[in-house]
T-cell receptor
């Protein structure tokens, strides 16, 4: 079945550091890939997405590139801020019903 | 507000009791999803509604779990004879269509604690 594997957290970084959160997937067909973010006390919200190979999703300074050859969708940001502290979930959608399969989430803590 | 609304936000119950969790999706969203988020685990799919029907209920863990949706809007997730392993945050999400390419809009969840 479909699955998503993402790096375990927590990840602790100083402000302005470079961020990478790894995500790899297994799926039949050609899934769409997503990063969702859950800020403290809030619901999950879509951060970015990519629907086909080599697409790059970007939002709020975050980027991720759909790499079919390595089945990966790593999340990156060049300079993190304290306000980026949250839990980040990688997810895929491989069917027609927009049903998402999520990874276990990676908690990011950014300190001054 | 215009977002997905869930109630109660917190529920503490005793083992063996029944609980009902409610979800109010964004108005006009035809697709509705229930997920479960357990400590240290990712989000686990439970059930998906398109309108009032549930084409995919494959994630319901046991026959103690059921869900319905009425009027193409509000959904209720019912857990009968709750067990301690049911303790989790239950998340509801909605989407404008079932072909929304994965952009789901989530509520803040209902945290269930079974003592």
């Amino acid at each position: 079945g479909d699955s998503v594997t993402q790096m375990e957290g927590p990840v602790t970084l100083s402000e302005e550091a470079f961020l990478t959160i790894n995500c790899t997937y297994t799926a039949t067909g050609y899934p769409s890939l997503f990063w969702y973010v859950q800020y403290p006390g809030e619901g999950l919200q879509l951060l970015l997405k990519a629907t086909k190979a080599d697409d790059k999703g970007s939002n709020k300074g975050f980027e991720a590139t759909y790499r079919k050859e390595t089945t990966s969708f790593h999340l990156e940001k060049g300079s993190v801020q304290v306000s980026d502290s949250a839990v980040y979930f990688c997810a895929l959608s491989a069917g027609t019903a927009s049903k998402l399969t999520f990874g276990t989430g990676t908690r990011l803590q950014v300190t001054l | 507000g215009a977002g997905v609304s869930q109630s109660p936000s917190n529920k503490v119950t005793e083992k063996g009791k029944d609980v009902e969790l409610r979800c109010d999706p964004i108005s006009g969203h035809t697709a509705l999803y229930w997920y479960r988020q357990s400590l240290g685990q990712g989000l686990e799919f439970l059930i998906y509604f398109q309108g009032n029907s549930a084409p995919d209920k494959s994630g319901l863990p046991s026959d103690r779990f059921s869900a319905e949706r009425t009027g193409g809007s509000v959904s209720t997730l019912t857990i009968q004879r709750t067990q301690q392993e049911d303790s989790a945050v239950y998340l509801c999400a909605s989407s404008p269509t079932s072909r929304g390419h994965g952009e789901l809009f989530f509520g803040e969840g209902s945290r269930l604690t079974v003592l």
